[in-house]
């Protein structure tokens, strides 16, 4: 692995701001852990959500700092006072911190959360970065683009909505522990048989209840066929996904969550899931093919974008929320059963989607761009 001798021997302290919702965490502490084996210092600022607590308590070699939590309202809504209240709390709490850390560098990776640590990085002096995970940008990143050296990019197809300012194609950190391991061990792990079809469906913390609907739907069109599945459900739906599969003699293993997720990655042959950038990066890390179902209340409709280049790539099928009427997910599920060469020539497609070490590629960028040899006018 590179150390910072490789760039000229600099120790950078780097502050990372990435809180708010697993996408933009899990791979802000991605990078931060490619930081930290290189030598730097690091620093990470999270929102005050009980996501971003969890993650402290499992990072104690991490410093941490709390930000308050900023949503762009309606500029016409009268909780605009207090988004920049707030705002105005966070950038004031940044610069003082970083009156006494100094940092060089500062990476924000989307949401409000990391605008004002931006703000106040390009205020202090130091190099900023933003990290767009999806294939249309946030609106949080629209605005924080016109105060960094470059926009890193999850998708290359992005870096059309940044004309005026310098890009980089990245892809999307996925977490360290989500390496693939033995199939046959991970389904046994799951209380699976190693020689069945598995299907994993999964619908993500906001979005699971219309795909859990869905499935419910799909499975009488599923009696008979040789198949499994691995159904993690969200907060509501377990119990009721549970007797679902039961009454139609499914086997299944169901759960609310899986906090060992390289498990089920890796005991997949397929999966059913929404569209958001940071499941998609990890699709295409197990190269796994998939039906999408893009969460239709997402921000810009950013997940049909985001599930449409897996399409054009041939290493997904696309299919909208309001359709999955009566069995259609079904016929879908086992059209692909029928068709294992199909879901080869997808699995093989996915891989080529997404760059194997994206942590490493976003920091060898933020060195290159911080080094003062190297660096490329802004």
Not at 37 to 44: I, K, T
Not at 154 to 162: L, R, S
Not at 276 to 299: C, D, H, R, T
Request: net charge positive; charged share 20%.
């Amino acid at each position: 692995m590179e150390g910072p001798g490789d760039f000229g021997g600099e120790i950078m302290n780097v502050v990372i701001a990435c809180g708010g919702t697993g996408g933009h965490l899990f791979p802000g502490l991605a990078v931060a852990e490619v930081l930290r084996d290189r030598g730097h210092e690091v620093l990470v600022f999270i929102s005050e959500k009980e996501i971003d607590t969890l993650a402290v308590t499992g990072h104690p070699d991490f410093r941490f700092e709390k930000l308050p939590i900023v949503a762009l309202p309606s500029p016409f809504s009268p909780a605009i006072l207090g988004f920049v209240r707030r705002f105005n709390d966070s950038l004031a709490l940044c610069r003082g911190i970083y009156r006494s850390f100094r940092p060089q560098v500062i990476l924000g990776m989307g949401g409000f959360t990391s605008s004002a640590p931006v703000l106040a990085g390009r205020m202090h002096g130091s190099t900023t970065f933003i990290h767009e995970s999806n294939a249309y940008p946030g609106k949080a990143n629209r605005h924080a683009a016109r105060f960094v050296r470059a926009v890193l990019l999850g998708f290359k197809e992005c870096a059309t909505f940044f004309p005026k300012i310098r890009t980089e194609w990245t892809g999307t950190p996925i977490r360290s522990t989500l390496r693939r391991m033995d199939r046959a061990e991970a389904l046994v792990r799951l209380g699976l048989r190693p020689d069945v079809p598995t299907l994993l469906v999964m619908g993500g913390s906001q979005g699971a209840s219309g795909i859990n609907q869905a499935m419910i739907k799909a499975l009488p069109a599923l009696q008979g066929v040789a198949l499994q599945v691995i159904h993690l459900t969200g907060n509501r739906d377990a119990r009721l996904l549970e007797d679902n599969y039961r009454r139609e003699k499914t086997p299944a293993h169901v759960a609310a969550f899986h906090h060992r997720m390289e498990e089920v990655y890796s005991a997949a042959d397929f999966a059913i899931t929404r569209s958001g950038a940071a499941s998609l990066a990890e699709l295409a890390a197990f190269a796994l093919p998939s039906l999408l179902v893009p969460y239709p209340y997402a921000a810009d409709d950013h997940q049909t974008r985001n599930a449409e280049i897996f399409v054009r790539a041939n290493a997904a099928v696309l299919l909208k929320e309001a359709e999955l009427a009566d069995d259609l997910l079904g016929k879908k599920i086992q059209q692909l059963l029928s068709d294992p060469a199909t879901l080869r020539k997808m699995s093989a497609a996915a891989a080529t989607l997404a760059p194997k070490n994206a942590a490493s590629l976003i920091v060898d960028t933020m060195e290159k761009y911080s080094h003062p040899h190297d660096a490329v006018a802004a």
